[in-house]
């Protein structure tokens, strides 16, 4: 038999890499060589490469209907003197196997790798968890098999730290613990537990498991991504860290009884806005009833109103949510709104203050009043820079429920609108 090398040579003309990998998929699925399969648009190079082989004239012919037992014959007869089954797995460097065994050696595989993580589960809630992923039942399956195709070695490393933490959760134990100080002491890594990693995906869904006993309107009740996580985090007794989370407010006060409420009349007193954490949040504060609290997306919005207030006979209740509203910023008004607060939100008619808007309407309904944030509004505002393609298409997306013609108004002028250019009108439609 000529070697494999000059036999690969010789058929790495063109079109033979086309031919040889539908009859390689024609075998996958009937587990032998045999039927037939066809090549399209065939360049007139394919025709003559092709033709020379079947020993026909292909000249014009776009398409090829071949027949794999003449394809394997004609091999065989020639100088090479080897048919399909030899030449494919050299041809292609890896072994010629049918889609049942591909199928099988894959489930060998995926076996093979849990056998290695097993034994280290402790808890039987976390075997079960293990074994509900191993069979593809549980929400983790997809993320743990997207990162095992990606990279064996790192899914074996990541699924095992992952048990690890199950097993050690401090709400097993009755105790607390901040999430990042469990992430340093699990992988050295105060951030391995961050939700865009393939561990804190993979952990949020064994702790869901874990805990499917919990209420469930604990979990399902939250809006936001973030606020998920960091509340089914919080069940397994792994804290957040309070600090970075954080809303700056102004005009804001506290009913005397509060033991914060000095801290409320000295920003008014000296005119200053404040940034409240998520720590100072956590303990509840008996707010001074508002009627409404005036929410602006961007800071520069919220400082051009403070600048005002000379002018004015005090501060309104102003929050600013610097984007996407914090866990900090909806605490914040969630406990206003809970006390007959109605928000006011005011945004850049762009995709991302439209979808603010419509995050702040689904969670407050009733209690939610678009403030300057309508097609009219939109349509008599300087117009800012025109609408990218990808911005259109996220607009177009869009259903404003307090609105629906604003998308359209914004889609038809092609512009963003920002709300710096509507501050003198949000300072004369806020009632102080």
Request: some cysteine; hydrophobic content about 40%; charged content about 30%.
């Amino acid at each position: 038999m000529i070697p494999a090398d000059e036999m690969i040579k010789y058929f790495s003309k063109p079109g033979f890499r086309r031919l040889f990998q539908a009859i390689r998929k024609k075998y996958r699925s009937l587990g032998r060589v045999g039927g037939k399969v066809q090549l399209r648009n065939l360049t007139a190079e394919e025709q003559e490469v092709l033709g020379g082989f079947f020993g026909r004239n292909m000249a014009r012919q776009s398409s090829l209907t071949a027949d794999i037992a003449e394809v394997d014959r004609i091999i065989r007869e020639s100088r090479f003197a080897a048919g399909l089954e030899e030449l494919l797995p050299e041809y292609f460097r890896e072994e010629l196997k049918s889609n049942q065994e591909i199928a099988r050696d894959r489930e060998e595989q995926w076996k093979r790798f849990f056998a290695e993580i097993e034994p280290v589960a402790v808890r039987e809630k976390t075997r079960a968890w293990l074994q509900a992923v191993k069979e593809g039942k549980e929400s983790g399956y997809r993320t743990l098999l997207s990162l095992y195709q990606e990279d064996r070695d790192e899914a074996v490393r990541v699924l095992t730290t992952c048990v690890r933490a199950l097993d050690e959760l401090p709400a097993l134990t009755g105790e607390r613990c901040r999430r990042p100080v469990f992430a340093a002491r699990l992988t050295g890594n105060p951030h391995g537990l961050d939700r865009g990693t393939w561990l804190g995906r993979l952990l949020y869904s064994g702790i869901l498991y874990i805990l499917g006993n919990s209420p469930e309107e604990q979990i399902t009740s939250i809006r936001y991504r973030a606020e998920e996580v960091r509340a089914v985090f919080r069940l397994a007794g792994l804290e957040e860290d309070d600090l970075s989370s954080n809303v700056i407010i102004a005009g804001l006060r506290a009913k005397p009884e509060d033991p914060r409420a000095g801290l409320f009349e000295n920003a008014l007193m000296s005119r200053s806005p404040l940034i409240l954490p998520l720590r100072f949040l956590e303990q509840k504060t008996a707010w001074f009833p508002f009627e409404a609290v005036y929410v602006v997306e961007n800071p520069p919005v919220f400082s051009a109103i403070l600048d005002t207030w000379d002018r004015r006979r005090g501060c309104p209740p102003l929050i600013c949510t610097s984007g996407q509203p914090s866990v900090a910023a909806l605490w914040l008004l969630d406990e206003l709104v809970a006390g007959g607060t109605k928000v006011y939100y005011s945004g850049d008619f762009d995709g991302k203050g439209l979808e603010i808007g419509i995050g702040l309407w689904k969670r407050y309904r009733n209690a939610f009043v678009p403030w300057l944030f309508d097609a009219r509004t939109y349509e008599h505002a300087a117009a800012g820079t025109r609408l990218s393609d990808e911005q259109r298409k996220r607009i177009g997306s869009l259903e404003v429920p307090w609105d629906s013609g604003l998308p359209k108004a914004i889609l038809r002028r092609g512009y963003v609108v920002y709300q710096e250019v509507l501050v003198e009108e949000m300072t004369d439609n806020t009632a102080i």
